[in-house]
């Protein structure tokens, strides 16, 4: 078995404080998520529906689960009992959605507007200009089972260091923007969800609140 709660303190003991991580578990098995629960990992992230579903039914009940990858509405009821956070909304659709699902259940799920900025066309996400759109439009504030918390993005996939940095300060930037226009008055909108394995040290320096880090604390991914 690879060493996860060795790598895990890797990387959480070098977080500065307001620095959150999110282990992203998927397509790992329960035992690694165990080694990580045991040293005192509570939030993970899945990005499959009926993977986190499983998981969810036999792990300890008060892991935090967040949902990290793509959401098909169609999808949305089956985590909406449960799930803590929705990392990647793209659309109004989808926001709606999961308001819709998580009043079933008389519950208030938060989530983050995933932002496109990186160079890769196959990146989900808003532009900075749709998502200034829908926070205009205002229809989101009429959803009272969804909260949104923050935003999150990925950035390009490169070995150039200084084209992430450029990315994940506009992305912070706009976090910044959008905080002072449309949630200057609540203190949950806070959250700013960028970094991985390869770059989260960029993403602390670009003012990132959560990290979410997979292969360097549970290996290749078992698929």
Known sequence: MYDVATNLHKVKDGLPDGVRLIAISKF???EYIEA????GQRVFGESHEQELSA???????DIEWHFIGHLQTNKVKYIAPYISMIEAVDSMKLLKEINKQAAKHDRIINVLLELHIAEEVSKYGFSLDDCRELLEK????ELKHVHISGLMMM???TDDTEQIRKEMTQAADFFDEVKAKHFADDPEFKERSWG???DYEIAIDCRSTMIRVGTAI???RVY
């Open 36 to 39: 990580a629960y045991n040293e």
């Open 218 to 220: 549970f290996g290749p």
């Open 28 to 30: 790992h098995p329960n």
């Open 138 to 141: 205002g229809e989101w504030r």
């Open 155 to 157: 950035a390009s996939n």
């Open 55 to 61: 998981k969810a039914k036999t792990l300890p009940t």
């Open 196 to 198: 991985m394995s390869s």
